[in-house]
């Protein structure tokens, strides 16, 4: 008889597992999250009131981060070391002092220290400005002085003719010393002296300012770097005798430098430590947010039960 090919497939082909070819593995067995939380699928006003705060958080966080990157951080340090080596050992000086009662054509400029240098009347980059109807001076001067302790004083030593009783009463706009540095978030002693007043003090008293100047150096983000000086300053008023009378009273600025050099650079927050931290910010919000969310559902739903299991 003949082989009926059509009967034979069939039966094969009903056979079960492991006879016939076995069905493709299921994507299930590889899902490790098969079953959602009741949680996360259930909406309840308590979680839409937590997702509201979490973006608020999540935005007053990235904001602030934003403020934060954006802005340049000061950050300062102490060296010994000459940080102007450039400079040929010279120091720039700004001063600018008025002596109401004392007549610009007596009005002179010294300087000194312990390099030997000995100048009396120092005119160069110097203005003096009569005020006060004539009868006084007002002395602006731009000069140099040497890394080496010396002092530079204001007095009648140049003059022509000495006066009899010279009025060293004075106020101080201004004494600095190298770069001026106009920046907000640097504090520090670049003008000490500014505003000094001693209208009121003897007018034929001698005036010392004792100044101990501190090298500084601000280094901004593209790396230029400029070089100030602060300074702190100790004053005294006194008049002075020796054996032949009274000694002429001058406005002494006695100085010496210190070895320690202030250094502030500007830096800003790395771009990759700025993404880092906002991933963070928003990871772990999300994170908090939902543990939260679960135990608060996890307790409503353990109170519903409870009172179930009561009315029942």
């Given at each position: ?9 069939s039966?094969?082909?009903?056979l ?6 076995p ?77 109401p ?10 300087i ?19 005020i ?34 010279p ?5 101080i ?35 010392d ?12 983000l ?6 100030s ?12 005798y ?37 991933c ?33």
């Open positions: 008889a003949g082989i009926d090919h059509v009967r034979i497939a039966f094969f082909l009903s079960p597992f492991p006879f016939c070819c069905p493709p593995l299921s994507p299930l067995r590889f899902d490790i999250y098969r079953k959602v939380p009741k949680d996360l699928t259930q909406p309840t006003y308590t979680g839409a009131f937590i997702s509201i705060l979490c973006c608020f958080f999540i935005l007053f966080l990235f904001l602030s981060e934003l403020t934060g990157f954006i802005a340049t951080e000061i950050v300062n340090e102490l060296y010994v070391d000459d940080p102007d080596k450039d400079s040929g050992g010279k120091i720039d000086v700004s001063l600018n002092i008025s002596l009662n004392l007549h610009c054509d007596l009005v002179g400029l010294d000194q220290d312990e390099m030997g240098r000995h100048e009396v009347g120092h005119i160069d980059n110097s203005m003096k400005i009569s006060n109807q004539g009868e006084g001076c007002r002395f602006e001067g731009k000069f140099t002085i040497n890394k080496v302790p010396g002092n530079f004083h204001v007095s009648t030593h140049s003059a022509t003719a000495q006066p009899q009783n009025d060293m009463t004075h106020s706009h201004k004494l600095a010393f190298g770069d001026t540095l106009q920046v907000h978030n640097v504090k520090g002693a670049f003008n000490a002296l500014g505003g000094a007043d001693k209208l009121s003090s003897n007018p034929l008293a001698s005036h300012y004792i100044l101990k100047i501190v090298p500084t150096v601000y280094e901004d593209s790396g230029r770097q400029r070089f000086y602060q300074y702190t300053v100790a004053n005294k008023e006194y008049v002075a020796s054996h032949t009378g009274r000694i002429i009273p001058a406005i002494w600025f006695r100085y010496d430098l210190s070895p320690i050099t202030v250094k502030y650079t500007e830096r800003r927050q790395p771009f990759y430590r700025f993404i880092t931290t906002i963070a910010i928003v990871g772990g919000t999300f994170t908090v947010a939902g543990i939260i969310d679960s135990c608060i559902f996890t307790a409503s739903e353990a109170w519903k039960k409870i009172q179930i299991g009561k009315m029942s």
